[in-house]
């Protein structure tokens, strides 16, 4: 049951799609996040081009966070007004990373970027989640009490303009924080087609302190924006986005993110952190060993770049 992609310019099993779509829409749920870190990898080794495998994703990472979010909302554990802040920057950041991304396909360097950006970031920020939540998964079944930490925000929150209330966060700081982080994750979002979620959730636990109980719902409220933005700017300028391989993602995502947001509750926090962890060391791992593996063939046709 093969189907033709047009713009891959290949053909694929489309269950397995739909069956991909599902998977990874439940880790989305679960953790939190987008899961385009997961699904760019996984597109490759089935046969996709890395380019449109990271531009077509991306349609799947919003209908994943849609769903998500939509469950979190209904328990009030969504910060709107954090999450509109931070994909204000998302937008300005997809903007330039889709311009940077153009350029790098114009050089022919486009998947070697994509590849040495999963190596450093994912293997970065796993190795950082595995150690820390391990630590406390170690120090619970010991039974020994948690080093105290005083739980004090960065002064340079409070020392920066535009200060803004986030009551559902608990925080009254600068909207300069938020707006940088999200324009951070919006020049990702276009160069390896991820949501941002694996960075977003550390930085608004641990730089901005916001309240553990929103900062799931919040952070794929910011991914949807960011996202969509990112996949219209992908097919208008690059034209790498796939729509056939897009809507089989999208219908399998959709159902596995209501699952998983269902289940996220019976896990401790720390929990879910490791086997975050664990997935996202995997994932960069797997991309960094791509650099070194002599390919089956050396040559091949990928789709060209639009002129304009």
Known sequence: MDIYLPIAEVSVNWPVLVLLGGLVGFVSGLFGIGGGFLMAPILVVLGIPPTVAVASQASHVVASSTSGVISYSSRGAVDFRMGGIMAGGGILGALLGVELFRWLRLLGQADLVVALAYLIFLGVIGTLMLKESLEQILRRRRGTPAPRKQRRRPMWLYGLPWRMKFPKSGLYISAIPPLALGGGVGILSAIMGVGGGFILLP?????????????????????????????????????????????????????????????????????????LGVIVLGVGIYMGLELFVRPSDLFAIAPGVPEG
């Open 203 to 275: 930085v608004m636990l641990y730089v901005l302190r916001m309240r553990a109980s929103v900062v799931v719902g919040t952070s794929l409220f910011q991914i949807i924006i960011t996202t969509a933005m990112t996949t219209v700017l992908q097919a208008g300028r690059n034209q790498t986005v796939d729509i056939v391989l897009s809507s089989l993602l999208l219908f399998g995502g959709v159902i596995g993110a209501q699952f998983g947001a269902r289940l996220s509750g019976r896990f401790r926090a720390e929990e879910l952190r490791a086997m």
